[in-house]
T-cell receptor, first 116, second 110 residues
Framework: GAVVSQHPSRVICKSGTSVKIECRSLDFQATTMFWYRQFPKQSLMLMAT?????????EQGVEKDKFLINHASLTLSTLTVTSAHPEDSSFYIC????????????FGPGTRLTVL | QKEVEQNSGPLSVPEGAIASLNCTYSDRGSQSFFWYRQYSGKSPELIMF????GDKEDGRFTAQLNKASQYVSLLIRDSQPSDSATYLC??????????FGTGTSLTVIP
């Protein structure tokens, strides 16, 4: 399958700081990238969908000013969690589709965020 | 009504048995169907996709699609403990959106 990477894989930060997570498609051009959040033993929750070069579309209940998404190129999308709080601690997963891989969605390995 | 529905389980089968995972979807116009496997603490991994009615086999995995009944299933033959995971069903709508089920937790008992 296609390769999607995420960085960092794990991050611990203090409350009130901002954290940036990168998502890269390594072997295809990702016209669309998705950001999910998953709490322990719960299902995937779609946070937002971003198309290259345009503003992200956020799901209901997701604060766009808190979760900043940038999809500036066909291979990179970033999610910045601003002013993080302990309740933002979660597993953040990106996925991507596009080009020859447009009919499928490939997930990155995820980033585990812990806010102290 | 949710777009994609799965029984959350847990589903337990003995090693060597057939595990059967089921999924229903609401949009009759959907054309593409996917099964992902997610191990605890890991992200989902695509294991099968199916676009046409009938069966599609890949090793120990068989995906079955019945568009008339709006039903897609995944069979895992000769189940192994390493198959223990949560299995997510995903459906791509005519509007080009992906909808995921909440997943079925499978445990294969040695």
């Amino acid at each position: 399958g296609a390769v999607v990477s995420q960085h960092p894989s794990r991050v611990i930060c203090k409350s009130g700081t901002s954290v940036k997570i990168e998502c890269r498609s390594l072997d295809f051009q990702a016209t669309t990238m998705f950001w999910y959040r998953q709490f322990p033993k719960q299902s995937l929750m779609l946070m937002a969908t971003s198309n290259e070069g345009s503003k992200a579309t956020y799901e209901q209940g997701v604060e766009k000013d808190k979760f900043l998404i940038n999809h500036a190129s066909l291979t990179l999308s970033t999610l910045t969690v601003t002013s993080a709080h302990p309740e933002d601690s979660s597993f953040y997963i990106c996925s991507a589709r596009g080009g020859a891989r447009d009919n499928e969605q490939f997930f990155g390995p995820g980033t585990r965020l812990t806010v102290l | 009504q949710k777009e994609v529905e799965q029984n959350s389980g847990p589903l337990s089968v003995p090693e060597g048995a057939i595990a059967s995972l089921n999924c229903t979807y609401s949009d009759r116009g959907s054309q593409s169907f996917f099964w992902y496997r997610q191990y605890s603490g890991k992200s989902p991994e695509l294991i099968m996709f199916i676009y046409s009615n009938g069966d599609k086999e890949d090793g120990r995995f068989t995906a079955q699609l019945n568009k008339a009944s709006q039903y897609v299933s995944l069979l895992i033959r000769d189940s192994q403990p390493s198959d223990s995971a949560t299995y997510l069903c995903a459906v791509k709508s005519p509007g080009n959106q992906f909808y995921f089920g909440t997943g079925t937790s499978l445990t294969v008992i040695p």
